[in-house]
């Protein structure tokens, strides 16, 4: 594997209201956070209502200050200014880019391995 490219670029870069901000592939650290803030954000991207956008900051507003804390440029004081809305669309668009940086560096991965190597249903 060691003629693979760097499977994650450093940032891409999305403006959502008066704020812009970098958005950063999720580390290792990170990585079970993010897993779980990233499928509440799409259990209510997915059926979004305002009761459900309402319960979802009862119970998320802090998993989601944590995940564009570890993988934005943002700073604690602009996330603390962000409206409701715009957080989520920044929480969003952090699953979005990241979702993108893991399809592209998963099929050359995969191609790399040897044959046989694979992923497998029988494990």
């Known amino acids: 594997m060691s003629e693979l490219k760097t499977l994650f670029p450093s940032h891409e870069t999305v403006k959502i209201g008066n704020a812009t ?30 009761i459900k956008m309402t319960v979802y900051g009862a119970k998320h507003a802090a998993e989601l200050n944590k995940l564009l804390l570890a993988c934005t ?35 050359e ?3 790399s391995l040897p044959d046989g190597a694979g992923l497998s249903s029988d494990s």
């Open 21 to 50: 901000a970098k958005i950063y592939p999720v580390k290792l650290k990170d990585l079970e956070m993010y897993s779980q803030a990233a499928a509440n954000l799409i259990a209510l991207l997915a059926d979004a209502t305002v």
């Open 109 to 111: 991965v995969v191609a």
């Open 73 to 107: 440029s943002l700073s604690r004081r602009q996330i603390s200014r962000l409206s409701a809305n715009d957080a989520i669309l920044f929480g969003y668009q952090v699953v979005r880019v990241n979702f993108d940086f893991f399809a592209h560096a998963l099929p």
